[in-house]
């Protein structure tokens, strides 16, 4: 039995129709895995619990022996300290995640994207999707953060809502950058490299300590890092003491996220359509 | 060289010295072809000769270094993406998603052509039934066997009703029911109309299928033409096979009946090929070019006389075996 021309789709067969466009592409694609990971929830789980421990075992078992902070002049306690510093860190490890171990793999392991590149997708659309995918799943776990903030009385429902907006800022630069460095990966252990930089940044980026504990030369090696901008922007959005000042965290992240965006769509193209 | 046209047309493929580059290496090295609407279309030829390196020019995900390529019309360069909706594309290797069932794969797929859900739904239905994996349709992919995943590649790529589908090496690694299965497939969409491009190191598969194949080699194009029309002008009528004992590793003792076969080929004015396991010989009769081998005092451990193939229009353009 051969397949009915009844069920030929309008689009085929007609040279002037319309073919799913940029937009269109990049859903597609967050849709392809929303039914890749519909099967795999419990790894999505584990990425929102893993930083609620963070919080829960330094917040309040380090926070008894730390006792109170200050923040721009506010005393707060050390969990109400850390919990937005936790929060911007796993916007940015969800997104990091996603765009090397995930994409290193449907690049060179699985060979996914080349499937997918012989149907109207573009590399535009591949790469926007992509990123889009690996946002929305970092924002699922800062959205738990949020929940988790006000339901410990560690931030004011409204401000811990507003600092939501800065995650998905944050795992969109940080995804951006995943994506280009995976390109130049050759093989899997070429992510040990990245690790040596994230794990040193995560525990620099104020996270964990006010920046002012750093002496002063150090301070601006910090300042320099894109998760302390992060983490900054974050932690002033859910503690409420957001100022002008704190555009420039966000033009950083921006101009991160656009900057290398490009480049990872340029790469991409170079190596999927060679 | 002529050009065997079945139909006259706005071909739906059209290359003109075309070139492929990958660094220095000429991959595909200024070819040129036509593909007429509703033809079956084969390119054969060795590994390494650039059948995968056209086919990628063609489904735009690799560009054209220089010369003149249209496909349905188009610019691939500039019309990609309205190329690619009205094309199927069946890679070497198979890729599919491993994440995704046995029907997901197809209704994935289904939306980035943009079919609705229900379309997709429906259509992969009908394909699955169309390669015969319709039990198989909640299954995951993994455990498919590797004849069944070929299947899935090819029923995925038919999931936006192509006019031109590309098919490289689609009966590598099929059993001989699988591959039956997939001839008697392929002649289906050809009676509908949909315009074939295949690759394949089979003979027999691409005199069945082609109504023309091109022979290709270190990216260019040898000889062109319908599969009876090559094996007709292209090679002799007969070919006698002569296989020896085994020779000793790596010599050329002019002792060895090999070489004593070929020797004698030549006084015989017949043209000879000395494969690693026997010597072919070419003659418009078989019987009579044996006799005359007999009288040189070759004695071979076994004889075949044969109707030449297309695989012996190959060894005789070129001096080597399609599949190396
Ligand atoms: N992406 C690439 N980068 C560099 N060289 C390549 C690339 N793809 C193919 N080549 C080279 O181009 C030449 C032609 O390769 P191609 O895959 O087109 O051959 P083929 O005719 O399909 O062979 P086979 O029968 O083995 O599939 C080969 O020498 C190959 O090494
Ligand atoms: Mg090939």
Known sequence: MLPSTASRPA????????????????????????????????????????????????????????????????????????????????????????????????????RQYDGMLVTPLTIGGLVGGELSWAVARGAIYSAFFVLTLIGLDLAE?????????????????????????????????????????????????????????????????????????????????????AGWSDLVHVAYLVVMGLVFGVLARRRLSRLLLE | MTLVTARTGDPVVKAHNLVKLYGEHRAVDGIDFDIQPGETFAMLGP???????????????????????????????????????RLGVVPQEDILDMALTVRENITVYARYFGLSRTEARHRADELLQFVQLADRADDQVRPLSGGMKRRLSIARSMVNNPELILLDEPTTGLDPQARHLLWERLYQLKRQGVTLLLTTHYMDEAEQLADRLVIMDR??????????????????????????????????????????????????????????DRVLVYADDGDRALAGLAEHDVSAASTLIRRATLEDVFLTLTGRTLVE
């Open chain 1, 11 to 110: 689009t085929a067969h007609t040279g002037q129709t319309k073919v799913p466009g940029l937009f269109v592409g990049m859903l597609r694609v967050f849709e392809h895995n929303l039914i890749s990971y519909r099967r795999m929830w419990l790894t999505l789980a584990s990425g929102v619990f893993e930083p609620l421990m963070y919080l829960l075992g330094m917040g309040y078992g380090m926070g008894s022996i730390i006792g109170d902070l200050s923040f721009r002049g506010d005393v707060v306690t050390y969990a109400a300290f850390i919990g937005p510093g936790l929060m911007a860190s796993s916007a940015m490890n969800g997104t990091l995640f996603d765009t090397t171990y995930n994409f290193f793999f449907k690049l060179r392991e699985s």
């Open chain 2, 47 to 85: 590994n390494g000769a650039g059948k995968s390196s056209t086919m990628k020019m063609i489904s735009t995900v690799s560009p054209v270094t220089s010369g003149e390529l249209r496909v349905l019309g188009l610019d691939p360069a500039a019309d990609g993406r309205r190329i690619r909706a």
């Open chain 2, 219 to 276: 990216g260019r194009i040898v000889t062109e033409g319908t599969p009876r029309s090559l094996i007709e002008t292209k090679c002799s009528r007969d070919v006698v096979e002569l296989r020896f004992g085994e020779p000793a590793l790596g010599t050329d003792d002019p002792d060895d009946g090999a070489a004593r076969a070929e020797t004698a080929a030549a006084h015989l004015r017949l043209r000879s090929e000395r494969l690693p």
């Open chain 1, 157 to 241: 429902p409204l401000h811990a809502l507003s600092a939501w907006p800065a995650t998905l800022l944050t795992g969109w630069a940080f995804g951006a950058v995943g994506a280009t460095l995976t390109s130049y990966a050759r093989a899997w252990t070429d992510f040990d490299i990245m690790e040596l930089i994230v794990q040193p940044m995560f525990l620099a980026s104020t996270a964990f300590f006010p920046l002012t504990v750093f002496p002063e030369w150090a301070q601006s090696i910090v300042w320099a890092t894109p998760l302390f901008h992060a983490v900054d922007l974050t932690r002033a959005l859910a503690l409420g003491t």
